[in-house]
T-cell receptor, first 110, second 113 residues
Framework: EDKVVQSPLSLVVHEGDTVTLNCSYE??????LLWYKQEKKAPTFLFML????IEKKSGRLSSILDKKELFSILNITATQTGDSAVYLC??????????FGTGTRLKVLA | DVKVTQSSRYLVKRTGEKVFLECVQD?????MFWYRQDPGLGLRLIYF???????EKGDIPEGYSVSREKKERFSLILESASTNQTSMYLC????????????FGQGTRLTVV
């Protein structure tokens, strides 16, 4: 059965800290690994990763994929209160279904 | 911009009612999805449609059905709503043959009393 596992489930940090969110996957016919940010509404897309070892970066956020070990990490540097959200990891399979993990709830304190 | 629109942000229904959740997308996507999101359980796939009138069960289809009569519209139907179907429902769409992200609607928070 395909599955995506995220850790930790929740995290509380102070502004300025750096955080690393983890995502491991076991998916048949893997196509891509996606990260989303969800505040009190629809998930918004952050990154899609298809190749091992190539970092994707957007401002203070970055992500990388390891297809041999079947995991990805999302890094957020110099966290701000606006980074508080649920971060979702998903894997796209051969049939283009998206399998999601449970999410990591991040709270950044001022 | 891709737009996925769900018909309601909030709904309150009574146990036993038949409930329709509507989703419309404007990007000509073949694939459409219905997920439910519950604390600690993440997003779980209810149903998936890859073309008009085509559907496939997801991980938790029991108690739900779907309808896709037109490409842009995907409806989720709760045949007889129960309190354990109280949840956030998210619709999404994507291209079938490109490795791209799924685009989400704003979600419908359904409460069954």
């Amino acid at each position: 059965e395909d599955k995506v596992v995220q850790s930790p489930l929740s995290l509380v940090v102070h502004e300025g800290d750096t955080v690393t969110l983890n995502c491991s996957y076991e998916v048949t016919n893997f196509r891509s690994l996606l990260w989303y940010k969800q505040e009190k509404k629809a998930p918004t897309f952050l990154f899609m990763l298809t190749s091992s070892g190539i970092e994707k970066k957007s401002g203070r956020l970055s992500s990388i994929l390891d297809k041999k070990e079947l995991f990805s990490i999302l890094n957020i540097t110099a966290t701000q209160t606006g980074d508080s959200a649920v971060y979702l990891c998903a894997s796209s399979s051969g049939t283009y279904k998206y399998i999601f993990g449970t999410g990591t709830r991040l709270k950044v304190l001022a | 911009d891709v737009k996925v629109t769900q018909s309601s942000r909030y709904l309150v229904k009574r146990t036993g009612e038949k409930v329709f959740l509507e989703c419309v997308q404007d990007m000509d996507h073949e694939n459409m999805f219905w997920y439910r999101q519950d604390p600690g359980l993440g997003l779980r796939l209810i149903y998936f449609s890859y073309d008009v009138k085509m559907k496939e069960k997801g991980d938790i289809p029991e108690g739900y059905s779907v309808s896709r009569e037109k490409k842009e519209r995907f409806s989720l139907i709760l045949e007889s709503a129960s309190t354990n179907q109280t949840s956030m429902y998210l619709c999404a769409s994507s291209y079938p043959d490109k490795n791209t992200e799924a685009f989400f609607g704003q979600g419908t928070r359904l409460t069954v009393v």
